[in-house]
């Protein structure tokens, strides 16, 4: 063996540098940014024109009433688009009974007081279906650094105490890492959290007044940070 090769790292350090290693957290509970709602358009007809002329007008007065909103919509997505016979369940050869369509829009939005009065309307329109909302933060959300920050801070607090204890101090770091950072990848931070939290089913609009708005409360955010950090001390003296 070249004896001009390295030596091999000891991980657990030496008497002239003992390595400490601690877990830094952090868990942070913030309001939410966004909040998504998945708007289902429905259309049925015996006859395959009509059923897809009846879909295209039903998704363009979804549209037109959700751009209403401006700025409040920060995105709006056509997700998917389907048009599908219906059989007749009896008899030989294949019969059409019926035409089924559906276009499905998610929309985004990060006025709340919007999103309570978007969505009664949403639910006023015919054969309409909202789903949501899903609160979220996004993902370059600064909520995201704060608690990376606060995970390193808290790591480099245990390990001053663990020192402390011992009657010395830290000495240098050694290393820095995300949980997980050297094997397979785990949810990151902040994951999005809630589900659904209304759905509504949209008849005809013939209510002489509009509904009142939905009072929708948003839900809280729980952004978690863990790392993992290894150190050196100086040596402590622990003759009694």
């Known amino acids: 063996m070249d004896s001009t090769s390295p030596a091999a790292p000891t991980p657990y350090g030496t008497?002239?540098?003992p390595r400490l290693a601690v877990?830094?957290?952090?868990?942070?509970e913030v309001d939410p940014e966004i909040a998504r709602i998945g708007i289902a358009v429905s259309a049925r007809g015996t006859d395959r024109r009509d059923a897809l002329n009846d879909l295209t007008r039903r998704n363009t007065a979804v549209l037109d009433l959700v751009k209403t909103y401006g700025d409040a919509v920060e995105k709006l997505e056509t997700g998917s688009f389907s048009i599908s016979p219906e059989l007749t369940r009896h008899g030989r050869g294949e019969r059409v009974r019926a035409y089924h369509g559906r276009v499905h829009t998610t929309a985004e939005l990060t006025d709340f007081t919007a999103l309570g009065e978007l969505t009664t309307r949403l639910a006023d329109l015919d054969l309409t279906r909202i789903e949501g909302p899903w609160w979220a933060l996004r993902h370059d959300s600064p909520t995201h650094r704060a608690a990376r920050?606060?995970?390193?801070?808290e790591a480099v607090q245990r390990a001053r105490e663990y020192a402390e204890a011992l009657g010395t101090g830290l000495a240098a770091l050694v290393e820095l890492a995300d949980i997980g950072?050297?094997?397979?990848?785990v949810p990151g931070y902040g994951m999005p959290a809630g589900g659904m939290r209304a759905a509504a089913y949209g008849g005809a609009a013939d209510?002489?007044?509009?509904?009142a708005p939905l009072d929708l409360e948003p839900q809280r955010q729980h952004v978690y940070a863990q790392v993992n950090a290894r150190f050196t001390m100086t040596p402590p003296d622990l003759r009694p």
């Open 15 to 17: 008497p002239d540098a």
């Open 23 to 28: 877990r830094g957290e952090a868990h942070l």
């Open 149 to 153: 920050q606060q995970a390193v801070r």
């Open 181 to 185: 950072a050297d094997s397979a990848p």
């Open 207 to 211: 209510f002489a007044e509009e509904a």
